[in-house]
């Protein structure tokens, strides 16, 4: 096979070069910072009579074992109770923030009694120094200013387990 | 975690339905059958079935019950990637032309480095601090300049070209790709499972080179025997059958234990096979029809599954959508058209080759199952991904139509002599069936 000289310019242009640049690449990008990791499982904790006490919080109050389940994508997430009732719930976290409301399911509202289109609204903080991490903060039910917001703590499952599954 | 048997037949049954169902469609619009299986995986998930009948979606497929169906597809996968590895012929890669070995280099190097550009702006908004830049970076280099070996020689044969140029440098090019990506996604998952164990990654590193090379020395010597038997009777009986799938599985549990992944095994077993034309063709016809007719489709499901359109909410997520969709592109359509040029070829051939080089399908299915296991994309990544793959697998076919029409084509075919324009191609699959 002989090598003539514009192969050898079209490989160090188009191969050598892009690598060195890819070296580079990976170096400046370890600067980057990430959202802070919430993905995974938590124990969720909070006084059960306070639970039952929200709009459609009965059957939160009943799943004594409540795992909330967060699926995290950048600062976007979406959460589920692994083993309570089904909910459409989603947020946003910014630094360590979280912000996100949970629409609980027909058969939720139906089951608890609270009407179509409740939500309630969890707001916490992570502690990220903590390991394993944990979140504080308050779960409320919107458009009820009589419901007084009710306190939880959370923490994460370690080690995360794999995702496998939606 | 109690198995339902009748809720996963049930599941099988409505997956290999609505599999076929759209295979045949697509077939029917010129699109390769894995195309319209991919897409059924998509309809059967959260992105369609989960969001216009969400009670029938979790009746058919409840989370409890997917370990299931997920450990079927794993096995799917596992002969699959046995059957990719078998049909790469490492004499094609030592005879490469000046243009395969500057394409092939530059159709990995090219969406490598464009995708680590991209992860410099994706790393901070769709990942987090558990996973490092440097593994996200090239996570995505490697899923981005992987080329479906399969799919490709299955449009390659169908289109009578695997004979020609553009043909045997395609092939080549694939060939590398596929072992230089699947290389860089093994390093990268020893890296990731050596945070989370307390084997030192040398240690790891040591006994995959080991096992590397007590399979090609040691293990390939014998596979030579199989192949002499089948010359001398013209088949392989079942024994020595049920024998290379254990040894396939064997190899596969090595390198899980080893800290790589099942799938890497499964793929160097079918590397060292002797690469006799007849011998592979064989043994393919053996393990393709229950694989790709019945565990595969499982494995789109299950990706299916895992995949969530409604998660891109906003048109900041469509937005990164696009870029990957783009840069995947350009990177291995655009690189390899460029060094196709750069290497003698005409405009159009370069340009049908990075066509080529850009499908992706299956085998980049696979990769980001393995990316979303090991947690090194989240999963709105992974959606966006499998529509890239989607997206990039489609437009094969109908690109390939219009930049290398047969009329292009026909006189370099017309001086191939009719005895070699004979000879198998790797994964030529049965009629009606699947390239994946």
């Known amino acids: 096979m002989s090598i003539n000289r514009n192969f050898v310019l079209a490989y160090v242009m188009l191969v050598a070069l892009p690598i060195v640049g890819l070296l580079g690449v990976l170096k400046s990008g370890r600067k980057l910072a990430a959202p802070i990791s919430v993905d995974g499982l938590w124990r969720l904790q909070a006084d059960p009579a306070k639970l039952a006490s929200l709009p459609c919080g009965k059957a939160l109050a009943e799943s004594p074992d409540a795992t909330l389940a967060i699926s995290q994508s950048g600062k976007n997430f979406t959460l589920s109770l692994a083993n309570g009732p089904r909910a459409n719930a989603s947020g946003v976290l910014e630094g360590t923030a979280l912000n996100a409301s949970i629409a609980p399911s027909i058969d939720w509202a139906a089951q608890a009694n609270c009407g179509a289109g409740r939500e309630l609204t969890l707001i916490a903080t992570v502690d990220a120094t903590a390991n394993p991490r944990s979140l504080a903060g308050t779960l409320s039910a919107n458009n009820c200013p009589s419901c007084a917001p009710v306190e939880f703590h959370a923490l994460r499952q370690n080690p995360p387990t794999r995702r496998v599954s939606h | ?436």
């Open chain 2, 1 to 436: 975690m109690t198995l339902d048997l009748f809720k996963l037949v049930l599941q099988l049954t409505v997956i290999l339905a609505v599999c076929r169902i759209a295979g045949t469609l697509f077939r029917k619009i010129g699109q390769p059958r894995v195309v319209g299986e991919m897409f059924a995986g998509i309809l059967l998930g959260p992105s369609l079935l989960g969001w216009i009948a969400p009670n029938i979606s979790a009746y058919l497929f409840p989370p409890a019950s997917l370990g299931f169906l997920n450990a079927l597809s794993q096995v799917g996968v596992v002969i699959f990637m046995f059957m990719v590895g078998l049909g790469i012929n490492p004499r094609e890669l030592k005879h490469q032309s000046h243009a395969a070995v500057l394409v092939s280099h530059v159709s990995i190097t090219a969406p490598f480095v464009l995708a680590s550009l991209l992860a410099l702006y994706l790393y901070p908004r769709l990942s987090d601090d558990s996973v490092s830049f440097t593994n996200f970076a090239l996570f995505m280099g490697a899923a981005m300049s992987i080329t479906a070996f399969p799919v490709l020689a299955r449009i390659l044969n169908e289109r009578d070209m695997m004979q020609t140029r553009l043909g045997t440098v395609a092939i080549a090019c694939a060939a590398v790709d596929d072992v230089t990506g699947w290389c860089i996604l093994a390093y990268i998952v020893v890296l990731i499972r050596a945070t989370h164990e307390t084997t030192s990654i040398w240690i790891t590193l040591a006994g995959i080179s080991l096992f590397a090379l007590f399979m090609i020395y040691g293990v390939r010597f014998l596979l030579r025997g199989l192949e002499r038997t089948f010359h001398k009777y013209g088949e392989i009986s079942e024994n020595r059958m049920a024998f290379l799938i254990l040894l396939a599985l064997g190899s596969a549990l090595c390198t899980e234990k080893l800290g790589i992944h099942l799938l890497f095994g499964s793929f160097l077993m079918g590397a060292i096979m002797p690469k006799e034309p007849k011998f592979v063709r064989y043994i393919l016809d053996r393990l393709e029809t229950i694989t790709i007719t019945l565990l595969l489709p499982l494995f789109f499901a299950f990706t299916g599954l895992r995949t969530n359109i409604a998660s891109l909410k906003g048109p900041a997520m469509w937005l990164y959508c696009a870029l990957i969709i783009l840069v995947a592109t350009g990177g291995k359509l655009g690189g390899s058209t460029i060094a196709g040029r750069l290497s003698g070829m005409r405009l159009r051939e370069a340009a049908g080759l990075g066509t080529l080089m850009n499908t992706r399908g299956l085998m980049e299915l696979v990769i980001l199952n393995i990316g979303l296991d090991i947690k090194v994309i989240s999963p709105a990544l992974f959606s966006m991904m499998v529509l890239m793959a989607l997206f990039t697998t489609f437009m094969t076919t109908p690109l390939l139509a219009w930049l290398c029409p047969d009329r292009i084509l026909q006189p370099e075919l017309a001086k191939i002599p009719a005895q070699e324009a004979t000879l198998p191609p790797p994964m030529m699959e049965p009629t009606g069936g699947s390239a994946a």
